[in-house]
């Protein structure tokens, strides 16, 4: 019986010696063994079960993924001393973990550490430059217009891109360069650092909204006064048109009833100058027309009686006949 | 002492069952619970051992070792996941976590290209794609995710006039957006595939928004002066024409008349003279006569006075004494 009992109670105690000699390293993770503090041997990165000795050494988990180091806003100045908000952020992995280690010994002091590096080179780097070095990118970009844009273009500096020498791109590698030979000492790779946001200053932002607004009221003004222009233009071409198609007609209506009247002419003179004879009889049958046309209503006529009608009633022989 | 437990009353009774065999039953029970496991349709599995990844399972009824020694994480792979920016949203339209930024109005508020500000407003669509890497490369994928998203929005914002993103950009801008963004997922390892970037509201700062109103009004009033204009353009001239043919139709109706009319009269008269030639004095007489004939009677007065007097005129203004010579 107390045999039994010895066995039960030895195999307990191996199991739970067993128990706290092992451990596992998960695929995100590795680990540096220390005894009374100390680390012993080299840092686990193999994921799956491990072994240890219990009581004395303890395990240290160390994170093997990338870490995030998001930055607070902080206002700082460009070299045109504008403020500005910048909020950055960083992408850092632990390559080292025996340096981490004996340096830093946890997260916490390593985000201070990296705020304090990345903190100041991004400072550093923001005020050499201008703000609009910080605000673009490429260099080389041309905006997009169409027609509403381009007609933007004409009012100050609208619808134009401000030149840029280096950009966003180059100052975030600036940043790079400067920080991670430092954080490299603390056994941190430094994948990236990048410029999440950025904003004006809530004073300047109110300056920047009124010029913004007085812009917008001087491209209002300038179409209201292109629509006006351009009105105007068009009752000037209708006038011009209408003056030009009346006096054309004018023209030709006169040219026309000339040329007719002058055919006509022709026409007549044509047939009634074939000879004497025809100029003789036309103008006796043109006096009878016309004779048909005058005499009447209230006119008077004195005949004398040397005319040829009534020379009969004074003698029987025409006159001079 | 009697003991709530069910096992501690059994146990006297039940003699032929030892603590050590229940234990062995109990260990055999939690085994079984814990050997088995299910991967809904829209998931896959990873599965652990130890810790350490051993391999991806599909969706379906699976088994593993059991007491802990395998784990399995599931990731929604076939799921549609959404980043949200700028938008205010109330929690339950939720549908992933790291769908909403913990403040809206600081990520849509920007500075253009042409040193103005803009609101955007987006939405990044993502499935994972790559499980492992997403679950083991970087710490927090969905909000590395909504960093980089922020900052290359903020990078092509930058590289563009406020007029540009507001108008005739957006395309552009999506597509340059999804481009680079697929990119750095790449670079920083995230195991996803970024399906989609779509800009939302665009708009200028709220205390601004009222000027680029009035641009668009005077836009309007401007199109509308010019329609006017034209209006009245399209109403005189062509009327005008109208007119300006009529009368030259006109012209040209006059010209024929006169030449027909003349050509007739010229004919008549031909006709006519080749007929007086033939007897001339005779016919010369009769035309004289019969036209005084029938001239006279339609005058009012006809006075015939002898050839040798030579003062008419004077008798003139009393014609009522004259009578008598009347016809």
């Known amino acids: 019986m107390k045999n039994r009992f010895l066995s039960i109670a030895g195999a307990v105690a191996l199991g739970l010696i067993l128990l706290l000699s092992l451990f596992t390293v998960r695929q995100t993770e590795q680990v540096i063994i220390t005894q009374f503090g100390r680390p012993i041997g080299d840092p686990i990165t193999e994921p799956g079960l491990h072994f240890k000795l219990p009581f004395v050494q303890q395990v240290n988990l160390i994170d093997k993924r990338y870490l995030a180091w998001d930055g607070p806003m902080v206002e700082m100045s460009t070299k045109d001393k504008t403020y500005i908000q910048v909020d950055t952020f960083a992408r850092w992995r632990i390559t080292d973990p025996m340096q981490y280690f004996l340096r830093l010994r946890d997260e916490r002091s390593a985000q201070s550490r990296l705020e304090d590096i990345l903190g100041s080179e991004t400072r550093t780097a923001v005020a050499r430059h201008e703000l609009i070095e910080v605000v673009r990118t490429d260099k080389l970009r041309k905006p997009l217009q169409d027609e509403s844009t381009a007609l933007l273009a004409g009012v100050g500096a609208l619808g134009v891109l401000r030149p840029i020498q280096h950009g966003r791109t180059e100052i975030e590698k600036n940043i790079f360069e400067a920080a991670a030979p430092k954080l490299a000492e603390f056994g941190i790779e430094l994948l990236d650092i990048r410029i999440k946001r950025l904003n004006y200053n809530p004073e300047v932002l109110e300056r920047i909204y009124q010029r913004m607004i007085s812009e917008r009221l001087q491209i209002a003004q300038r179409f209201r006064s292109e629509g006006e222009g351009e009105a105007a233009r068009i009752h000037g071409n209708k006038d011009r048109d209408i003056n030009e198609i009346e006096s054309t007609a004018y023209k030709r209506v006169q040219e026309i009833r000339g040329e007719a009247d002058a055919k006509a002419t022709e026409i007549y003179a044509g047939a009634y100058n074939q000879n004497s004879q025809s100029a003789d009889f036309y103008r006796f049958t043109k006096s009878m027309d016309t004779y048909r046309k005058i005499i009447g209503g209230e006119a008077t006529v004195v005949l004398s009686t040397n005319s040829d009608l009534f020379s009969l009633l004074k003698r029987i022989e025409p006159k001079g006949r | ?327």
Do not use: C
Request: net charge negative.
């Open chain 2, 1 to 327: 002492m009697s003991s709530p437990n069910p096992w501690s009353q059994h146990m006297p009774s039940a003699k032929p069952w030892p603590i050590g065999s229940i234990l062995l039953v109990l260990f055999a029970l939690s085994g079984l619970f814990t050997a088995y496991y299910t991967i809904p349709a829209e998931s896959t599995g990873v599965l652990l051992r130890f810790g350490r990844h051993l391999h991806n399972v599909p969706a379906g009824l699976h088994f593993k070792l059991p007491f802990g020694i395998d784990e399995v994480i599931k990731v929604p792979t076939e799921r549609q996941l959404k980043l949200e920016f700028g938008i205010k949203r109330t929690a339950e339209s939720i549908t992933n976590p790291d769908q909403l930024g913990a403040d809206p109005l600081k990520e849509r508020s920007m500075v253009t290209g042409d040193l103005n500000a803009a609101l955007v407003e987006w939405v990044v669509q993502y499935r994972i794609t790559e499980p492992e890497i997403y679950l083991f490369e970087v710490r927090d994928p969905g909000l590395t995710l909504r960093d980089l998203s922020e900052s290359v929005m903020r990078e092509i914002i930058g590289d563009r006039t406020v007029d540009e993103i507001i108008t005739i950009g957006r395309q552009e801008i999506e597509d340059t957006n999804l481009t680079r963004l697929r990119e750095l997922a790449n670079r920083y390892h995230l195991g996803v595939m970024v399906n989609q970037v779509q800009l939302k509201n665009v708009d200028p700062p709220v205390p601004v928004q009222p000027s680029f109103n009035e641009v668009n009004r005077a836009q309007q009033d401007r199109e509308n002066a010019i329609n006017l204009a034209n209006g009245e353009y399209n109403k005189a001239v062509p009327r005008a024409r109208g007119e300006a043919d009529q009368a030259i139709r006109g012209a040209e109706g006059y010209r024929f008349k006169r030449i027909n009319e003349a050509s007739g009269d010229v004919a008549a008269f031909n006709a006519v003279l080749t007929e007086y030639l033939k007897a001339p004095e005779v016919t010369r007489t009769r035309i004289y006569l019969e036209t005084l004939g029938e001239v006279l009677p339609g005058a009012k007065q006809s006075i015939v006075v002898d050839e040798s007097v030579q003062q008419i005129l004077p008798m003139l203004p009393l014609p009522s004494s004259l009578t008598g010579a009347a016809k």
